[in-house]
């Protein structure tokens, strides 16, 4: 599944598996897109968050660091209105487009799949997984809160096969400034990469008589999607972490009719391991939204409010909603947890411990190495040195203003 050449090369380091790698409860319930913690703000505050006035005393609030995080995601509105988290159909992500009238016979299906890889590559995914459509992955019904419409299947223009998953990745020097309008304007220039890699590669399908629809974070849930592509495993925050950008990335989706006889296996390296002694992302979190549990679990504790949640699958559970209340007090999107993990490092130095030494002692290892990762000056907080980096690798000031 992986396009990197730093995986492939690697390979021998990855478990394949012929099953989902996680547990799945009987009794799971196929998730409704309007569960998701941005519904439940739209409809009881009118919108996800608001971002703060420009303030120049505040190193990464200041105009230049505003204007970033506009342009960001007026591009993504300029694309897809402005239902990239909330909606479906829309924009770049539209369901309703003309398809070549006749199928192009691939020689064999695994010419096919390198063939998607490589178009795949050029419209600027990093990685890209193909996977069979699976009811469970995808939501039971789509929900607009712009339009307060809601659809299912039976309204989706056909029956798809595959999806394929692929990952875009987010800049670093942009990251290390989470939280910040800075980082927001990473955020949203990625949320509007996410369309466009996504459209191009439907497009392509399209033109070769396939039918196919882009999916950014509608249609169904992105995370399981891409660890059954193959391209990343599930951690304690919650998001993918892929062997190289570690959860440094956005991922989006194609839905199609073209049927693989072969798909991609899911892949783990160790990540569900390290998460159980490392806890870096939960202890960074401002709101205190990510479980400090030792072990994931199929269903939640009693005390957690599961209701963003899909419920049934083994995993650390998170709390969106306090999440998502941390995003409206700071008038940010966060992501100081993607910051403070140690796979977000562009050369992860502790991969190369973990592979050689993971089998000798691996409990005392992650924990040494999660203090390693913090002695090496890899803080979890806001840090305005990362913003004057960003802006300017000697660090100067940056407002321009003397
Ligand atoms: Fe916590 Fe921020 Fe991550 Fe949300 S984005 S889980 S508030 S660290
Ligand atoms: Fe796992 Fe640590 Fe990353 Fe959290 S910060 S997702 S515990 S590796």
Same mark, same amino acid.
């Given at each position: ?28 319930? !196929? ?25 120049? &005393? ?18 993504? $509105?300029?694309?897809? +209105? ?32 390198? *063939? ?24 039971? &019904? ?63 399908? !399209? ?27 599930? &951690? ?17 989706? *194609? ?15 160790? *990540? ?104 090496? +000056?890899?803080?979890?907080?806001? $840090? ?19």
């Amino acid at each position: 599944a992986s396009t990197s050449a730093t995986e492939e090369s690697n390979a021998h380091l990855f478990t394949e598996h012929d099953e989902f790698p996680v547990k799945v409860a009987d009794d799971y319930q !196929r998730y409704h897109q309007e569960r998701t913690a941005f519904h439940y703000f739209y409809k009881t505050k009118g919108t996800p968050y608001m971002p703060l006035p420009p303030d120049e &005393s505040k190193p990464g609030f200041t105009v230049i660091d505003s204007a970033l995080a506009g342009a960001g995601w007026d591009l993504c $509105d300029r694309l897809n +209105g402005m239902s990239s988290n909330t909606g479906y159909d829309v924009g770049l992500y539209n369901w309703d487009n003309p398809t070549y009238p006749q199928q192009y016979p691939f020689e064999s299906k695994e010419l096919a799949a390198n *063939v998607i890889k490589r178009a795949a590559r050029t419209f600027g995914a990093n990685l890209v997984g193909i996977t069979r459509q699976d009811d469970r992955w995808d939501y039971a &019904s789509f929900y607009d809160a712009i339009k307060n419409e809601t659809k299912t299947w039976d309204d989706f223009p056909f029956k798809p096969k595959t999806v394929i998953v692929m990952a875009i990745e987010s800049d670093y020097e942009g990251q290390s400034t989470a939280p910040s309008a800075t980082n927001d304007g990473i955020i949203g220039e990625g949320y509007a990469r996410m369309s466009y890699v996504a459209y191009g590669m439907a497009s392509f399908l !399209r033109n070769l008589g396939y039918k196919a629809v882009a999916s950014g974070n509608d249609l169904g849930m992105s995370v399981p999607y891409a660890m059954a592509a193959g391209i990343g495993e599930a &951690s304690r925050m919650g998001l993918l972490v892929t062997y190289n950008m570690g959860p440094r990335i956005r991922l989006m989706k *194609v839905y199609t009719d073209l049927e693989f006889v072969e798909y991609d296996k899911p892949k783990t390296f160790g *990540v569900r391991d390290f998460c159980e002694r490392c806890k870096r992302c939960s202890d960074a979190c401002p709101s205190k939204a990510i479980s400090v549990a030792d072990k994931p679990s199929l269903y939640p504790p009693a005390d957690h409010d599961a209701a963003t949640n899909a419920v049934g699958i083994e995993k650390w559970w998170t709390d969106s909603k306090k999440c998502l209340q941390y995003w409206n007090d700071s008038g940010t999107n966060c992501g100081t947890c993607v910051t403070a993990c140690p796979y977000n490092k562009p050369d992860f130095w502790q991969h190369r411990m973990i592979e050689k030494m993971n089998s000798l002692m691996p409990g005392p290892l992650h924990t040494f190495m999660r203090e390693m990762d913090i002695w090496f +000056g890899f803080g979890d907080t806001f $840090d305005e040195k990362a913003v004057a980096k960003f802006w300017d690798p000697a660090g100067r000031k940056y407002d321009g203003r003397g």
